[in-house]
């Protein structure tokens, strides 16, 4: 297609080949006997959700609330809210979304957020289906392991609370530290969670679900058969990051920034219409284990590299020493980290059958 017909700073993405990408995860890991919940956390379009229904998927997965309502209205009726529910605020707008859709799954991470749950449900005369976060080693939410076990217990014996599953979010690390082989922070994954879910079960709780796995990991822990749910996201458009990490191969790349360049003071570098507030920076360059040199690759120009930004301002230097760039002209470039790029737009450019045209990305900048 003709980019320059686009209005940049913008993102494009290739709806059949994202189609493709959906489709080649949710067979394999149906044939490994077990069920996809994809993060909307990627997308964040109900345009997208629906076609990951279509393909198989058992619901999804969001992060907010927020983000849970704008895939209610979207016709999405299966929702996980893979985040602690905390604040007074999140529990009346869940109490609404329970009555909206057929199955909303709320997080859970400590008895003091399982306490203000049950208080609301006793309230409202209803039960709200719950899940456990474990730590299994990314070192933020969820609770740890040595104390999971007892949590459990606790929640199990409140009123107006179903606790029926155990979830995680480890991605690449193991014992603790990041590291490049999937197979084995997969196993680990695998193994941590179905050791605490042996022993939570052993207490007399009836645990149906066991959830973990993302993008880099999700299939090699569903192949365990240790869970029977696992939540990638980064998949659908996959990106440079899972192209490191060793899931993913540039053509499968269905998103792709596009930038005209504005400026070229010199022939060692050129400005793009795209800084901080379109690519993301979320992603530290040249750290371990993978070191990476640049937030995004200008596509078709491998010597160019955007490793240097202002809020507006994109510069593209060549490791070569000159850009060859010139004033006006539009590049694509392949997205080092495709999901928070995706929240910085209120629009995108989906490109499907040679035609192009504008989806609004709904659940942009719910943070709720």
């Known amino acids: 297609m003709e980019l320059s017909n686009l209005e940049t ?6 709806v059949e080949q994202a189609w493709q990408n959906i489709v080649a995860m949710q067979q394999a890991v149906s044939e490994a006997g077990c069920r996809l919940r994809p993060h909307i956390k990627t997308h964040k379009m109900p345009f997208f959700a629906r076609m990951q229904m279509e393909a198989g998927a058992a619901g999804i997965t969001c992060a907010k609330v927020s983000e849970a309502e704008r895939m209610a209205d979207g016709g999405l009726d299966d929702i996980f809210i893979a985040y602690p529910l905390v604040g007074a605020f999140r529990i009346r707008r869940a109490i609404a979304l329970v009555k909206q859709v057929k199955r909303l799954i709320l997080a859970i991470d400590s ?7 049950s208080h609301a449900a006793i309230i409202e005369n209803m039960c709200f289906e719950v899940r456990l976060e474990v730590d299994t080693g990314a070192k933020r939410t969820g609770a740890l392991m040595r104390n999971a076990v007892l949590l459990a ?9 179903r606790l029926t599953g155990i979830y995680t979010f480890k991605s690449l690390n193991y014992q603790g530290e990041a590291t490049c082989d999937n197979e084995l922070a997969a196993r680990e994954e695998a193994e941590l969670l179905a050791e605490t879910a042996r022993a939570i079960r052993n207490k007399g709780i009836a645990l149906k679900d066991i959830s973990g796995g993302s993008s880099p990991t999700g299939l090699a822990v569903a192949k365990t058969g240790a869970v029977n749910e696992v939540r990638p996201g980064t998949y659908i458009f996959k990106d440079l ?21 504005v400026s070229c003071p010199c022939e060692e570098y050129a400005i793009i219409d795209g800084g901080t507030k379109c690519f993301p920076t979320d992603v530290p360059l040249n750290t371990a284990p993978f070191f990476y040199t640049a937030y995004a690759y200008v596509e078709g120009m491998e010597h160019l590299r955007l490793n240097r930004m202002n809020e507006e301002h994109g510069i593209i230097s060549s ?11 539009t590049l694509s470039l392949l997205p080092l980290h495709i999901c928070t790029a995706i929240n910085m737009q209120n629009n995108v450019y989906l490109w499907e059958q040679g035609i192009t045209h504008r989806e609004p990305v709904s659940a942009r900048g719910m943070l709720i």
Do not use: Y
């Open 9 to 14: 700073p913008c993102i494009i993405i290739n």
């Open 111 to 117: 008895f003091e957020g399982a306490a203000a749950l």
């Open 153 to 161: 217990e606790n929640i199990a014996r409140l009123p107006g609370l």
């Open 241 to 261: 990051m899972l192209c490191n990490e060793g899931v993913a191969k540039p053509e499968e790349i269905a998103a792709r920034f596009v930038a005209t360049v």
């Open 319 to 329: 490791i070569t020493g000159k850009t060859g760039l010139r004033v006006g002209q």
